[in-house]
């Protein structure tokens, strides 16, 4: 494989929000990303701005962006039959076409919210099928990604076929949530895009700390082999300099963003992907 063929993507939320949105976006290209991710909602405008005007800002100094994450926020709306759902549907019908217009590609979509989600059923069948044709009108993939269950991956695969739907691989997601179930191998076909950041397993109240490559117990190795095996064009890193970060108050967010395309550079080189 080509490493031209492999882009770099971070993820735009990676912490220190106090910068200003575009010397943040400014940090990502300067280090060597190819690509970037944005949070498709208004829920941290008012640390982030505009989604459309960093979309814009992205374009402009030259990252790609071909993968947006719609608010997880109310995830669990889409198994229910009321006002919720109908503004979920709503919602995710003008994220499609916000997407479809820029060029935008993958739209990253969370199945369940925390411990709060309906258990599998029809009506989420029946919102995802009307999510689903705004996806197809507007040449939008919907990256459905592994969270705390799959079986609600496996009951909405169970009962749609279309090439508007893809996976987004988490890597963190898979090692403190499902360790035993394999989620990368399990809808490695459909890969269209990932979340890889790290974490130390299924330990305390929040085990998803979404931290650098390197300072958890993900087998990396592994995990890209897999990636490689599946023919993944991108990897994008959705780790975060947070509070829980070893890295937290010793970095700034240049530094931050070097370190972590050294260290995604280093794995890549390491799996056969550079």
Same mark, same amino acid.
């Given at each position: 494989?080509?490493?031209?063929?492999?882009?770099?993507?971070?993820?735009?939320?990676?912490?220190?929000?106090?910068?200003? *949105?575009?010397?943040?976006?400014?940090? +990502?290209?300067?280090?060597?990303?190819?690509?970037?991710?944005?949070?498709?909602?208004?829920?941290?405008?008012?640390?982030?701005?505009?989604?459309?005007?960093?979309?814009?800002?992205? +374009?402009?100094?030259?990252?790609?962006?071909?993968?947006?994450?719609?608010?997880?926020?109310? *995830?669990?709306?889409?198994?229910?039959?009321?006002?919720?759902?109908?503004?979920?549907?709503?919602?995710?019908?003008?994220?499609?076409?916000?997407?479809?217009?820029?060029? &935008?590609?993958?739209?990253?979509?969370?199945?369940?919210?925390?411990? +709060?989600?309906?258990?599998?059923?029809?009506?989420?069948?029946?919102?995802? *099928?009307?999510?689903?044709?705004?996806?197809?009108?507007?040449?939008?993939?919907?990256? &459905?990604?592994?969270?705390?269950?799959?079986?609600?991956?496996?009951? +909405?695969?169970?009962?749609?076929?279309?090439?508007?739907?893809?996976?987004?691989?988490?890597?963190?997601?898979?090692?403190?949530?499902?360790?035993?179930?394999?989620?990368?191998?399990?809808?490695?076909?459909?890969?269209?895009?990932?979340?890889?950041?790290?974490?130390?397993? *299924?330990?305390?109240?929040?085990?998803?700390?979404?931290?650098?490559?390197?300072?958890?117990?993900?087998?990396?190795?592994?995990?890209?082999?897999?990636?490689?095996?599946?023919?993944?064009?991108?990897?994008?890193?959705?780790?975060?300099?947070?509070?829980?970060?070893?890295?937290?108050?010793?970095?700034?967010?240049?530094?931050?963003?070097?370190?972590?395309?050294?260290?995604?550079?280093?794995?890549?080189?390491?799996?056969?992907?550079?």
């Amino acid at each position: 494989m080509k490493s031209q063929q492999v882009k770099k993507g971070q993820n735009f939320r990676f912490g220190f929000y106090d910068v200003p *949105a575009k010397s943040r976006l400014d940090a +990502i290209k300067d280090v060597g990303f190819d690509e970037t991710m944005f949070w498709w909602g208004a829920e941290f405008e008012s640390t982030d701005g505009s989604r459309l005007k960093l979309y814009d800002y992205a +374009i402009k100094v030259g990252l790609e962006v071909n993968t947006c994450h719609f608010p997880s926020t109310n *995830a669990h709306w889409l198994w229910y039959d009321d006002e919720r759902a109908a503004s979920y549907v709503k919602q995710f019908d003008e994220a499609c076409r916000e997407c479809g217009e820029r060029g &935008i590609k993958n739209l990253v979509l969370h199945l369940t919210r925390r411990l +709060i989600t309906p258990e599998p059923n029809q009506l989420g069948v029946d919102n995802f *099928a009307r999510m689903l044709e705004s996806a197809e009108k507007n040449d939008v993939v919907i990256a &459905i990604e592994n969270t705390r269950f799959l079986r609600y991956n496996d009951f +909405i695969l169970q009962h749609f076929n279309s090439s508007n739907i893809g996976y987004c691989f988490d890597s963190g997601h898979a090692n403190c949530y499902t360790p035993n179930e394999d989620p990368l191998s399990k809808y490695g076909r459909m890969l269209v895009t990932t979340h890889i950041h790290d974490n130390v397993g *299924a330990v305390g109240e929040y085990p998803d700390q979404h931290h650098l490559m390197g300072e958890g117990n993900v087998n990396f190795d592994e995990v890209f082999a897999k990636l490689k095996h599946f023919g993944v064009r991108s990897v994008n890193l959705e780790s975060y300099c947070n509070e829980t970060s070893k890295y937290y108050g010793k970095l700034n967010y240049g530094q931050f963003l070097q370190l972590s395309i050294e260290k995604l550079r280093e794995q890549m080189k390491k799996s056969g992907l550079l």
